[in-house]
């Protein structure tokens, strides 16, 4: 047997085409016409030869007779041309004539249709012979050549020619089983053949062309033989079927019925035929498409005598083969399988008295029915059946340790066969007194499988469920659970598969588990009445513990709800595990707990597991490899959980700490205990920080916020003056613990919410401001404060504080200070005792007296002052140098100080107290060094000096009192102007010389940061005598300035009775304006006229100090 496929003929060659052939001269006219011609003329010249035929041998004819015969055929068969061979007539041995044609050919004109036959026989019927009538009564065919056609619908053709010339067609729907007979019953109808009793067919080639399945086959070497007796007709059928395969494939036929009775038996038996072959033939064989196997087996179907088709019985039997549905699809080997069923094509359905299928993996015997769907176009397009399985037997060396049997299995099955798929809607079956109910669906491609399975089992004990666990699935979470879950049951068990085409299989594994004791890692001590849930998903395994407790060695009952457990890949080989542990209980209980083997916290801690009282809840992971001999260091831990009502008296040495909640860590070797409490009296919001095991080096931190205010100096005994600090805030608290030493500190904050005051030189900073503060030190006993520095607006100081053993201050050592803009100094303040404020010393730097506000006092806690001081600033223009002093603020700034006028004239002073500042008193034995330093000349020297300077408006404004006697000066720019604006020669000879003496200056005048305001001024010597008053600007270096210069004072002073001091009666009037460097002086010469009482109507009044600015 060869095989086409190449599309037959379709049902496009049912209509026109065939009612063509059929008006023309078909097969069985022609087989008529050759064989009565040449029997008529073999039968007139019989009584020349009958002699010779008497002898046996073949007569053969004569030439003239072939080219009668031939003639006769041409002349009946018009549009045919008929050529054979020999033609010879032979007597068997029962004395009846046989007659044989060879090579007969029969063709068309026009037509590429033939009928060839290499050799006919036949024997003519004596009866009708005697009436003259020469009709044949058997025929035997040799390699003759016929084509089989079966239409999309079902329909059959059978012609005697390959081509299919002169077919003898009938169209037939479904499957017609009387196609067939009612051609054959046509062919025996005709007249000249009504007395045919046997037509065999030797050396047949038969094509099947099926346009049904888009097929053909040809059969080479075929026998068919045809016997009637009386109404009754047979036919049988043999076929070795040769292909493309590696085993050769029989059938034999069989067709038993009466003429004109539908009524029919039809077999058929077969060896080896291909799978794929017969499903294409049957829709009770269209589920053999999946197979890649030989079948061998038998079919028995009748029809009624309506020609309607009964039931079919059909065995099928199967060795070596495969169940592949597609070329892509990996074949699944079966060892054996076959079936006895029965197709009832009235209902569309199958019933398996049996279904037996044997393979490496599986061994099953069921029985049931199949519904087929959707089979208009011959071929199911669905099946749906119930099936029940007597036998099921799951086995494989590689997977389980030995067969699992199931009983009273029931199987709810669609199968969808282009393209392949079968959905189980369930599989039960029965397994030691409980039911798995198994669910899915396989697809099959191109691509490859695509499966899809759930499996589902309401209760199981472990020992069942180990039983069932694939040998090369899974193996490490399988030895976990043999190791560690001791009793209990198993519930709500469900298994999944998930395959896909190129992908790795995807299993899932879940069960549900009450009552069990459990060990969640070796050493540890079991777990009891554990409740919860179990899966095993793309090769990880989890557990999770829902309820359930131990006991721990120490403290009591621990929960252990929500624990889990997890095999991460159980492809690699060890497989890496993780361990969550949730606990609930003691503190004490849940650390005896963690400190047992493998994980041993607190030994690497090096903590007791008393180290607090109160609860926790805790969750500690481990990620480790699973795999015998593990050491506890091969259990690195995470911890994490929650301390609720902790006390400790160990977690920082020397200090309580008490928190209603705390957060707990472990990772890295690192232990952290974080939240809010209280470390003794203080708040705070802090996090310890240890390292346990290898990284373990006797030290610990604690890191956090800690309140700021009164309570924190007097937990830390920091030795603050009272008052010193007011308000609350917060600071940045580091503690360094190292076993046997005192635990170290740093604390730095930025001051917002905190106060701090220096009553005595009353400065403040208001709570709403930030600054920042730094201490840094030791909790011994006393503390020790090593490092402090504050910078807040108006006040920046870095230093040291040494306690004393009481835990009072001893002193402050600050290296710079800097509080206003009237100190910037090194300051050492001494502690004086409880409740007094302590001696202030400083050596160097500078103090702006214009800045400086002390307290009131009156309280009599003032603080002593020692200043030696680089410089004291009085005013812009004016500082004392080398300024050194002693002070109290009791009361107000009071004391004694000396220094030099900028650098340059000694002087000595007194302070005072003077409202809420302080006044100055300043003499000095060389008024004109003091003057000149002050720039108030240019040149001068002598002359005993005494200044008074009283704070009067804002910062840095004073009213000031001068009084010099004896004051010689020797250069004055603007005075030798206005001396020679006047032309007194002497006068500026003395000037120019050993200078003018003035007996008396007085002044009254208003020093502010930018000028000096002269309400009235006076000088007054032998030679000369001025007034002045005005304004000097500091900060633009300008002078305006006015008075009177009077010469010869002696005689000419008589007038001052009648105007200002420093006037006489007869005096020049004069201005001095610009820049002071090189002013601009202006005399009026007339004014010397101008009697002295009459003098102030003609100038500006003199400036009045309760006008001028105090600013």
């Not at 795999?627 to 160990?650: C, E, M, N, Y």
């Not at 060094?929 to 910062?955: H, Q």
């Amino acid at each position: 047997m060869t095989e086409d496929r190449t599309t037959p003929d379709g049902p496009e060659t049912t209509g026109r085409d065939r009612a063509a052939r059929r008006r023309r001269p078909g097969i069985r006219h022609v087989l008529w016409l050759v064989v009565s011609s040449v029997f008529v003329v073999i039968f007139v010249s019989g009584a020349l030869v009958a002699g010779m035929m008497m002898s046996g041998e073949p007569l053969v004819a004569p030439g003239w007779m072939r080219e009668r015969i031939k003639a006769r055929l041409d002349t009946s068969l018009s549009g045919l041309d008929v050529e054979f061979g020999e033609i010879a007539l032979i007597l068997g041995e029962n004395g009846t004539p046989r007659l044989r044609l060879g090579d007969l050919r029969v063709s068309r004109e026009g037509s590429a249709a033939r009928l060839t036959l290499s050799d006919i026989e036949g024997t003519v019927a004596l009866g009708p012979l005697l009436e003259g009538r020469v009709q044949p009564d058997s025929i035997y065919l040799t390699g003759a050549q016929m084509r089989l056609r079966r239409d999309a619908e079902g329909g059959f053709d059978l012609a005697l020619s390959e081509t299919g010339a002169g077919g003898a067609t009938r169209q037939a729907t479904g499957d017609d089983m009387g196609a067939l007979a009612d051609q054959i019953e046509l062919l025996l109808d005709t007249p000249g053949l009504r007395e045919l009793k046997r037509i065999e067919a030797t050396a047949l080639t038969l094509r099947y062309e099926d346009a049904r399945s888009g097929r053909a086959w040809t059969v080479d070497g075929g026998r068919v033989v045809m016997t009637r007796r009386g109404e009754d007709l047979e036919l049988r059928g043999d076929f070795a079927l040769l292909g493309g395969r590696a085993w050769a494939s029989t059938l034999t036929v069989s067709y038993a019925s009466r003429i004109g009775d539908k009524a029919a038996r039809f077999g058929m038996n077969f060896e080896d035929m291909a799978a794929e072959d017969l499903a294409t033939q049957s829709a009770a064989l269209a589920w053999l498409g999946a197979l890649d196997a030989p079948v061998s087996g038998a079919m028995r179907v009748e029809t009624d005598r309506e020609g309607r088709l009964g039931p079919m019985s059909v065995t099928l039997q199967s060795r070596d083969g495969a169940l592949q549905p597609s070329p892509g699809t990996r074949p699944i080997p079966f060892n054996e399988a076959r079936s006895y069923f029965t197709f009832d094509p009235a209902r569309q359905a199958l019933t398996f008295d049996e279904f037996w299928f044997d393979s490496r993996y599986l061994t099953v015997r069921a029985e049931g029915g199949v519904r087929l769907i959707g089979t208009e176009g011959g071929r199911p397009a669905e099946m749906v059946g119930q099936m029940r399985v007597s036998e099921f037997t799951a086995r494989s060396e590689e997977m389980l340790p030995e067969p699992l049997r199931f009983d009273d299995v029931r199987a709810d099955m669609r199968l969808v066969l282009e393209p392949f798929r079968l959905t189980v809607g369930q599989l039960s079956l029965g397994h030691a007194g409980e039911r798995i109910a198994i669910s899915g669906e396989v697809r099959a491609s191109d691509e490859g499988w695509d499966v899809t399975a759930e499996a589902r089992r309401d209760r199981v004990t472990p020992e069942v469920l180990l039983a069932l666990w694939p040998q090369t699935f899974g193996q490490k979470t399988k030895a976990w659970m043999e190791q560690n879950v001791f009793a209990g049951a198993l519930s709500n068990v469900q298994a999944a598969l998930r395959l896909t085409p190129g992908g790795r299989p995807d299993v899932f594994l879940g069960f549900d588990f009450d009552g069990v004791e459990m060990t969640l890692l070796k050493g540890m001590p079991h777990g009891k009445e554990m409740r919860g849930h179990a899966s095993l998903l793309r090769n990880r395994f989890v557990a999770v513990v829902e309820d359930g407790h131990v006991v721990a060695p120490q403290g009591g009952k621990v929960s252990l709800k929500g624990t889990e457990f997890v095999v991460l890949d159980n492809r690699i080989k060890p497989a890496p595990a993780e361990l969550k542990v949730e606990t609930e209980g003691t503190i004490t209980a849940t650390l005896s707990l963690l400190d047992q083997p493998p994980l041993q916290m607190m030994q690497k801690a090096g903590r007791p597991v008393t180290m607090a009282d109160g609860r926790m809840r805790l969750t500690a992971r481990s990620n480790f490899i699973l795999k015998k001999g593990q050491k506890p260091t091969d259990f690195p831990i995470a911890v994490t959980g929650v301390l609720s009502d902790l006390r400790s008296d160990l977690l920082v040495p020397g200090r309580t700490i008490a928190a209603s909640r705390m957060d707990l860590s472990l990772k890295d070797d690192m232990l952290a205990i974080a939240g809010q409490g209280r470390i003794g009296a203080v708040p705070f919001d802090g996090r310890y920080e240890a390292g346990i095991g290898a990284r373990s080096d006797g030290t610990g931190r604690w890191q956090g916020k800690v309140e700021l205010s009164e309570r924190f100096v007097d937990e830390f005994r920091i030795g603050l003056p009272p008052g010193a600090l007011s308000g609350q805030g917060s600071a940045e608290l580091t503690v360094d613990l190292k076993k046997g030493e005192a635990p170290r500190f740093r604390l730095d904050s930025d001051l917002s919410g905190v106060g701090l005051a220096l009553a005595d030189v009353k400065w403040s900073k208001p709570r709403s401001s930030a600054g920042r503060l730094s201490v840094s030190g030791a909790l011994a006993s006393p503390p020790r404060i090593e490092s402090v520095a504050v910078e807040v607006p108006g006040l920046v100081a870095k230093g040291r504080v040494e306690m004393t053993p009481q835990g009072t201050l001893a002193a402050a050592r600050f290296d710079r200070v800097r509080i206003g803009d009237w100190l910037d100094a090194p300051v050492v303040m001494r502690g004086r005792g409880a409740g007094r404020s302590p001696a202030i010393e400083i050596a160097g730097g500078r103090v702006d007296m214009r800045r400086l506000d002390f307290g009131s006092g009156g309280s009599g806690k003032g603080t002593p002052m020692t200043l030696a001081l680089d410089q004291l600033q009085i005013s812009d223009t004016i500082a004392l140098m080398d300024f050194r002093g002693q002070f109290d603020t009791t009361g107000g700034m009071s004391g004694r100080f000396s220094g030099k006028v900028n650098g340059l004239a000694e002087i000595a002073g007194a302070v005072v107290p003077q409202g809420k500042r302080s006044a100055v008193r300043i003499t000095a034995q060389d008024a004109g060094r003091v003057l000149a330093a002050m720039k108030l000349l240019k040149a001068g020297r002598e002359g005993a000096m005494d200044l008074t300077l009283t704070p009067v408006g804002g910062e840095g404004t004073y009213d000031g009192v001068l009084r010099v006697n004896g004051l010689r000066i020797t250069e004055a720019p603007a005075m030798a102007e206005l001396l020679s604006a006047i032309s007194v020669v002497g006068l500026l000879e003395q000037l120019s010389g050993k200078g003018i003496v003035f007996n008396d200056i007085d002044a009254r005048f208003r020093l502010t940061p930018r000028q000096l305001i002269v309400a009235e001024s006076s000088a007054v010597g032998a030679s000369l005598g001025i007034s002045m008053d005005g304004v000097y600007d500091f900060a633009r270096g300008l002078m305006d300035m006015q008075g009177v210069v009077s010469p010869i004072y002696v005689v000419n002073g008589i007038g001052s009775l009648f105007t200002r001091k420093g006037e006489g009666l007869f005096g020049f009037s004069y201005t001095v304006r610009g820049a002071a460097a090189d002013p601009s002086v202006s005399v009026n010469p007339l004014s010397v006229l101008t009697p002295g009482m009459f003098r102030d109507i003609f100038r500006r009044p003199p400036p009045q100090l309760s006008q001028a600015p105090s600013q």
